[in-house]
């Protein structure tokens, strides 16, 4: 590209003298990272541009659109290149924090839990500082050049969650000391590593990619896993990847985005939990549009309903596969309990299936058996929707929504105890027999923030002003603190969790007074500190 910016890559200062660092991090790599920045940084600029006029005109009371029904893409005759036979089968998938040496090497005990793709996460369960995402660079390292002919069979696919679009890298800076595009340096490393070592076992490097946003950047995605090919020496669109539609304007172009990237995609993933948390950012300066309370949003409302249905319906009509939002259970100790939550898992998963999806997320390995109970197919990629409308409506029921005391309440708990988890090293917070990660989050301070925006009139008769927040958020601290106080027997470690409970204290309050709201968490954080 004319004029395009010469990249000099290195290591952070923060990797200066990390020797795993500096193993990972090859002259090849480099060199990709440093080529990819300068033919596709300017594009990458105009994509994170676009999200916010597009934002800018939300919040001017303009809603998301679908694109012309009666173009060539809606109305015309195409599929995408055929699945691989290798990913045909996905029908229960298991995420896990690449930074977890221990939950990585689970993908040896996978198989035989019935578990068909293993995914190596870098995004919503991975706090993205640089000492941590070497960490999760080299267990992956560690997995892949274990693998050998013989007990390729007994492994899942493996996959990997790149970061997203939006976030800027820790682990290489520029010649200026500038941080990159995050995305860039996943790719490069994975490609380089995991994408050889499975086409040397006959198998396509698989890929996840979170919070796109339009076709466009389907099209971006693209052009960087080709110029990967081509750099690593992997032969062109051998790399195959499944979006996470996650967001509410990606719900709007799902049959775009296929379009964009029909000769890589493979299938698209139902992100319920995201999509709750995009439809409140969407329109968090529209006091008409405030949805009800976060815990009682279900995929039985019309919006996610349609939203899913719809998903299913263009994935098959195009030749690719549907996968399942996430179940966060976690098994509990008590097996009465664990009763009750396989009871919710199996409704929650035959509902799945009963609209044609062809596989599912999960959190724990103990839920793999009953997924593949209830998944009985391969896949349902042969399920045609016909009678399920392709352009709903998306947009979330606001009249006589739910809006609590206790949802406020929790909330604010909640952002209490994550970002506690946060400034001890951990993007995931185990509460109530459910995994939570970054996700969960993002929720719970979006709905906080904009019922104080708004001042909204709670169903009590409260009005969620500064006073009411106030008095939430000191609250909030004491329950948090009561609890350190009844589960730590160590004066030390009570003392340093009651230091980083006050720091979580400080930054939720921040967090939910900020004049404006912070896009991502991620750029509300000092990702470093």
Request: with cysteine; glycine share 4%.
């Amino acid at each position: 590209m004319a004029g395009a910016k010469k990249y000099e890559i290195n290591l952070s200062s923060k990797l200066n003298n990390n020797s795993i660092a500096n193993e990972l991090m090859t002259e090849e790599v480099i060199n990709f990272v440093q080529e990819a920045h300068s033919k596709l940084a300017l594009r990458h600029g105009q994509l994170l541009a676009t999200r916010q006029k597009k934002q800018t005109h939300y919040d001017q009371g303009k809603y998301p659109e679908y694109p012309d029904k009666d173009s060539e893409i809606a109305s015309g005759d195409w599929t995408t290149s055929q699945v691989p036979e290798n990913l045909l089968d996905r029908r229960v998938e298991i995420c896990v924090p690449s930074t977890d040496a221990d939950e990585v090497k689970k993908v040896y005990e996978a198989k035989e839990s019935n578990i068909n793709s293993f995914i190596f996460d870098f995004e919503d369960t991975v706090i993205p500082r640089a000492e941590s995402l070497i960490e999760g660079y080299r267990n992956i390292y560690e997995v892949i050049n274990s693998l050998q002919d013989k007990n390729l069979d007994n492994l899942p696919n493996l996959m990997a969650r790149v970061r997203n679009l939006h976030l800027h890298d820790t682990i290489l800076a520029d010649e200026n000391g500038s941080s990159l595009i995050a995305c860039i340096t996943d790719v490069a490393f994975l490609v380089s590593v995991m994408g050889r070592k499975q086409l040397e076992l006959g198998r396509n490097p698989k890929f996840y990619i979170p919070k796109i946003e339009e076709s466009l950047e389907a099209s971006w995605w693209c052009d960087l896993f080709g110029l990967a090919e081509t750099h690593f020496g992997l032969p062109l669109n051998s790399c195959k990847f499944t979006f996470l539609i996650e967001t509410l304007p990606a719900a709007y172009h799902v049959e775009e985005i296929i379009y964009n990237s029909r000769q890589r995609i493979v299938g698209l993933n139902v992100g319920k939990w995201d999509r709750i948390f995009s439809d409140i950012k969407v329109f968090r300066e529209r006091p008409e549009r405030i949805i009800q309370d976060r815990f009682s949003i279900s995929m039985n409302q019309f919006w996610m309903d349609g939203f899913a249905r719809r998903v299913i319906k263009i994935c098959h009509d195009r030749g690719i596969m549907a996968i399942g939002g996430l179940a966060n259970q976690v098994p509990d100790v008590s097996e009465k309990y664990r009763e009750v939550q396989v009871r919710r898992f199996q409704q929650e998963k035959r509902y799945e299936y009963q609209i044609g999806h062809d596989g599912t997320w999960i959190s724990d390995l103990f839920f793999a058996p009953l997924s593949q109970s209830i998944f009985k197919k391969k896949n349902q990629i042969t399920y045609k929707l016909d009678n399920v409308a392709k352009y709903p409506d998306l947009i979330a029921s606001c009249a006589g929504a739910q809006k609590t005391l206790g949802c406020l309440q929790r909330n604010i708990v909640f952002c209490m105890k994550y970002i506690s988890s946060w400034i001890n090293g951990s993007a995931t917070l185990l509460i109530d027999n459910r995994l939570e990660d970054l996700s969960s989050l993002e929720i719970s301070r979006a709905q906080v923030w904009q019922w104080r925006r708004h001042k909204i009139l709670l169903d009590s008769g409260e009005v969620v002003n500064d006073d009411l927040l106030s008095k939430c958020l000191e609250d909030a601290y004491e329950t948090c603190h009561r609890e350190i106080q009844s589960s730590i027997s160590s004066k030390r470690i009570m003392l340093s969790q009651e230091s980083v409970l006050k720091e979580a204290f400080e930054l939720t309050k921040k967090l939910v007074n900020c004049p404006e709201m912070p896009t991502y968490f991620t750029e509300f954080i000092d990702i470093n500190d």
